[in-house]
């Protein structure tokens, strides 16, 4: 699976729309982009993937990138809950795959 | 519940003793998968299961580490003579297989002293 780049942590003010970069620039046409994120000391939680086109669900949207190089993690209007260590993975679409997670981005929601 | 679910969530241990964590997936699940999460990094692959099948345990890291899941339900894993690098939080991930996201447990924060 491809290795991907993320800041190690960025700050938002409360309110106002989260964007998550994350670099990818070996990913292969049959893995996809997944993002995880992880609030202090439970398990990581699924927040959206996709492989080319953008995506939208009711947490986030997901922006990929024509070249699919590169993503885009968007949370609309942050709130203090989503204070989080968010991962961003790539990832072959296969049974028993497992994900690599990586350090991620440490976001902290400020009020 | 409708998680996963995975106990105890804390253990502390005496180096050399041995430990079993136990994980509940989502019922009808049919992939299962531990990790390992060290202080300040991601979770890292232990092992997977499909059903009562043990398919990858490239990721454990050592002799010492087991996992089984007799009945393609319930895993345990189980840590012999454990050392203080062993300290970590172990999560485990259930997946209804195929193509769909993996849900993870809480984890178990162990503590070897």
């Known amino acids: 699976d491809a290795k991907t780049t993320q800041p190690p942590s960025m700050d938002c003010a409360e309110g106002r729309a989260a964007n998550l970069p994350c670099n990818h620039s070996?990913?292969?046409?049959?893995?996809?982009v997944y993002w995880y994120r992880q609030i202090h000391s439970q398990g990581p939680q699924y927040i959206i993937h996709?492989?080319?086109n953008n995506e939208t669900n009711e947490m986030a949207s997901l922006i990929i990138t024509e070249d699919r190089k590169s993503s885009t993690l968007i949370l609309p209007h942050a709130t203090l809950r989503d204070t989080a260590v968010y991962y961003c993975?790539?990832?072959?679409?296969?049974?028993?795959?497992?994900?690599?997670f990586g350090t991620g981005t440490s976001l902290t929601v400020i009020p | 519940g409708a998680g996963v679910s995975q106990s105890p969530r804390y253990k502390v241990a005496k180096r050399g003793q041995d430990v079993a964590l136990r994980c509940d997936p989502i019922s009808g699940h049919v992939s299962l998968f531990w990790y390992q999460q060290a202080l300040g990094q991601g979770p890292e692959f232990l092992t997977y299961f499909q059903n009562e099948a043990q398919l990858d345990k490239s990721g454990l890291p050592s002799d010492r580490f087991f996992a089984e899941r007799p009945e393609g339900s319930v895993s345990t894993l189980k840590i012999q003579r454990t050392q203080q690098e062993d300290s970590a939080v172990y999560l485990c991930a259930s997946s209804s297989g195929g193509y769909n996201e993996q849900f993870f447990g809480p984890g178990t924060r162990l503590t070897v002293l």
């Open positions: 996709g492989l080319k």
């Open positions: 070996t990913i292969s046409g049959n893995e996809y």
């Open positions: 993975i790539v990832r072959v679409f296969r049974m028993g795959n497992q994900f690599y």
